[in-house]
């Protein structure tokens, strides 16, 4: 089932989804705004469409992953829109980190269309997504969950359905905001060691192996300490995310003093040049403050 695949978006995530599912022998049609980004692939076997609706028209299953939730609604709706040109009974996963309310309009848009949606976002970063161990948060009807996960578990292992449309959304959400306090942290720690004359790769082995562990601890902080702040995951895609996050929590009523924080140091970075840097260089806050 599901050998023709759309793909939209051919980022630093996309781009390594997409090769995952050559390998696995799906043919894929793609289409992203600059092509020459898209142009390894295409040597591998991924066939190009020139247009959104190309890719729909052509395609079973058709996956996004693209920048903003502004990005999201222009490639789903209107008349080149996903919506308005994939077949009936086909189905979409948008894996774009974006908004639980949009993830919702796109899942009620899709009904009326006869086509089945999920939201489906993604955590690992560059790492996760070139070895297929991306975790996926999904939110959609149990049968249509079901239906993909075959494909799903080409480009990651942790996946789970956290519930209805929107529920995938608001799962990434919390992810993000035990992103953004925890790399506050890690950044401190590191600047912490230095500043105390040890060694900070040393005192990393320490403390990544006890309660301090975490994902940034043991794949960024490596990065930050060896000055590499080329990006797994972009500044200016974590401070949308934390945007969305804030936002959502607001209509809860819930307030998050360390997202605030953490929104405020990345986008003073963001400010100073650094939004196409790896979230790792949010040392450099520290280190230039």
Same mark, same amino acid.
């Given at each position: 089932?599901?050998?023709?695949?759309?793909?939209i978006?051919?980022?630093?995530?996309?781009?390594? &989804?997409?090769?995952?599912? =050559?390998?696995?022998?799906?043919?894929? /049609?793609?289409? !992203?705004? !600059?092509?020459?980004?898209?142009?390894?692939?295409?040597?591998?076997?991924?066939?190009?469409?020139?247009?959104?609706a $190309?890719?729909?028209?052509?395609?079973d299953?058709?996956?996004?992953?693209?920048?903003?939730?502004?990005?999201?609604?222009?490639?789903?709706?209107?008349e %080149?829109?996903?919506?308005?040109?994939?077949?009936?009974?086909?189905?979409?996963?948008?894996? !774009? !980190?974006?908004?639980?309310?949009?993830?919702?309009?796109?899942?009620?848009?899709?009904?009326?269309? #006869?086509? /089945?949606?999920?939201?489906?976002?993604?955590?690992?970063?560059?790492?996760?997504?070139?070895?297929?161990?991306?975790t996926? &948060?999904?939110?959609?009807? #149990?049968?249509? +969950?079901?239906?993909?996960?075959?494909?799903?578990? =080409?480009i990651?292992?942790?996946i789970?359905?956290?519930?209805?449309?929107?529920?995938?959304? #608001?799962?990434?959400?919390?992810?993000?905001?035990? *992103?953004?306090?925890?790399?506050?942290?890690?950044?401190?720690?590191?600047?912490y060691?230095?500043?105390?004359?040890?060694?900070?790769?040393?005192?990393?082995?320490?403390?990544?192996?006890?309660?301090?562990?975490?994902?940034?601890?043991?794949?960024?902080?490596?990065?930050?300490?060896? /000055?590499? +702040?080329?990006?797994?995951?972009?500044?200016?895609?974590? *401070?949308k $995310? &934390?945007?969305?996050?804030?936002?959502?929590?607001?209509? &809860?009523?819930?307030?998050?003093?360390?997202?605030?924080?953490?929104? %405020?140091?990345?986008?003073? =970075?963001?400010?100073?040049?650094?939004?196409?840097?790896?979230?790792?260089?949010?040392?450099?806050?520290? %280190?230039?403050?």
């Amino acid at each position: 089932m599901f050998q023709n695949i759309g793909f939209i978006g051919a980022g630093v995530m996309g781009k390594s &989804m997409v090769k995952n599912l =050559l390998k696995a022998g799906k043919t894929v /049609h793609l289409y !992203t705004r !600059t092509k020459e980004k898209a142009n390894e692939l295409l040597r591998e076997g991924a066939i190009w469409e020139n247009t959104v609706a $190309d890719v729909a028209k052509k395609s079973d299953l058709i996956i996004t992953i693209v920048g903003f939730p502004n990005d999201v609604e222009e490639v789903y709706f209107g008349e %080149q829109g996903i919506l308005e040109n994939a077949k009936p009974g086909s189905f979409v996963i948008d894996m !774009t !980190t974006s908004s639980p309310l949009l993830a919702k309009k796109i899942y009620n848009q899709a009904k009326i269309y #006869h086509i /089945h949606s999920l939201d489906a976002p993604v955590s690992g970063g560059d790492i996760g997504a070139k070895n297929a161990t991306l975790t996926i &948060m999904v939110g959609g009807d #149990h049968s249509d +969950y079901e239906l993909c996960l075959p494909i799903l578990r =080409l480009i990651g292992e942790n996946i789970i359905r956290q519930g209805d449309a929107g529920s995938g959304q #608001h799962t990434k959400m919390a992810n993000q905001i035990a *992103i953004a306090s925890n790399m506050v942290g890690v950044s401190e720690s590191i600047v912490y060691a230095k500043k105390a004359g040890l060694d900070p790769i040393q005192v990393l082995d320490s403390i990544s192996a006890g309660a301090a562990g975490s994902w940034s601890l043991s794949n960024l902080a490596p990065r930050m300490i060896a /000055h590499d +702040y080329t990006p797994g995951f972009y500044i200016k895609h974590f *401070i949308k $995310d &934390m945007k969305i996050a804030l936002a959502s929590a607001k209509e &809860m009523g819930l307030q998050m003093p360390g997202l605030e924080l953490s929104l %405020q140091l990345y986008t003073e =970075l963001a400010e100073n040049g650094e939004e196409d840097s790896g979230t790792q260089a949010l040392i450099k806050w520290f %280190q230039d403050a």
